[in-house]
């Protein structure tokens, strides 16, 4: 079953459900969305350096250290 399938089955599921039911389907796939995103973070801090890496990224754009890659790559 691809994921247009999946889509389509879940809709017809959720167009059944009673007021109370759907905010509680609501807040299970709320639920898994902000799981993937602590999943997603848990990732990037494994990378060694990272956190420091990106503390001094986000530093350097402050400061107006850093170029829009459209003035880099211009044929994009």
Same mark, same amino acid.
Do not use: Q
């Given at each position: 079953?691809?994921?247009t399938q999946?889509?389509? %089955? @879940?809709?017809?599921?959720i167009d059944k459900l009673s007021p109370?039911?759907?905010?509680l389907a609501?807040?299970?796939f709320q639920n898994l969305d902000n799981q993937e995103a602590i999943?997603?973070?848990? %990732? @990037?801090?494994k990378i060694p350096d990272f956190k420091s890496a990106f503390e001094k990224a986000n530093q350097e754009v402050?400061?107006?250290?850093?170029?829009?890659?459209?003035?880099i790559r211009n044929d994009v």
């Open positions: 079953m691809n994921t999946i889509r389509s %089955e @879940l809709k017809e599921y109370e039911k759907l905010k609501a807040d299970f999943d997603a973070t848990e %990732e @990037l801090l402050k400061e107006g250290k850093v170029k829009n890659w459209r003035d």
